[in-house]
């Protein structure tokens, strides 16, 4: 009875914790990056990639960003993470199925700067648009933004980004492969909460019927 109950427990304590990567673009650096922020804004419009995801888990826990910044000046500035579908009757971004709090205070320093964006188990679709928004920008006086790579090693992503300045329609936008318009994210998943818990009741199940046997 002990060991099937401490099988059980050490089965639900790995599941619990099991994350995969099912998207990452950050191999290959294009040495050139979107100017989300250019030295000028202090608020960003929201922008993001299109991308594909691999393998079966579909919670969403982390999201990891790779911005450039051409400048000398440290500084910090706030971020606003989104998830968007891709409607099927306008083959373009929809509502956000998860808009996180804000992230205050994200440092910069010169060159490139990496950015993890903890979310709490979103379940989300094969196909989504992952988007950034940036306000109160401090600091930091030059261009930054997401940076270009390609291609992904995990998961897929089309040569277009997309992008609505301060409300207005989404607009992809593509260079023709000079740079290829994908941006450097990773994202991180786990089961969907309600596939957790089929699995936790069939454990139940299985452990109740062992016990009366």
Known sequence: MKRILLLATLFVSTFS??????????????????????D??????????????????????????????????SG????????????????????????????????VVAGMNEYNFAIPNIAVPDRLVWTI????????????GPAYFHAPTVGSSDDWFWQSDLGSEWINYSWGGDPYANFAATITAVPEPATVLGILTGIGIFTRRRLKA
């Open 17 to 38: 914790v099991a994350q995969t990567v099912v998207y990452d673009n950050t191999t290959t650096s294009l040495n050139n990056n979107f100017p989300l922020l250019p």
């Open 40 to 73: 000028w804004r202090t608020h960003s419009a929201e922008v993001g990639d299109e991308v594909h995801l691999a393998g079966s888990q579909r919670g969403v826990v982390n999201l990891k960003l790779l911005f450039w910044y051409r400048g000398a000046e």
């Open 76 to 107: 910090s500035f706030d971020a606003l993470i989104r998830f968007r579908p891709i409607m099927e009757s306008t083959q373009a971004p929809g509502a956000a199925l998860f808009t996180s709090d804000m992230f205050v205070g994200m440092p």
């Open 133 to 144: 928004e940036a306000f109160n920008r401090q600091g930091a006086a030059g261009e930054l």
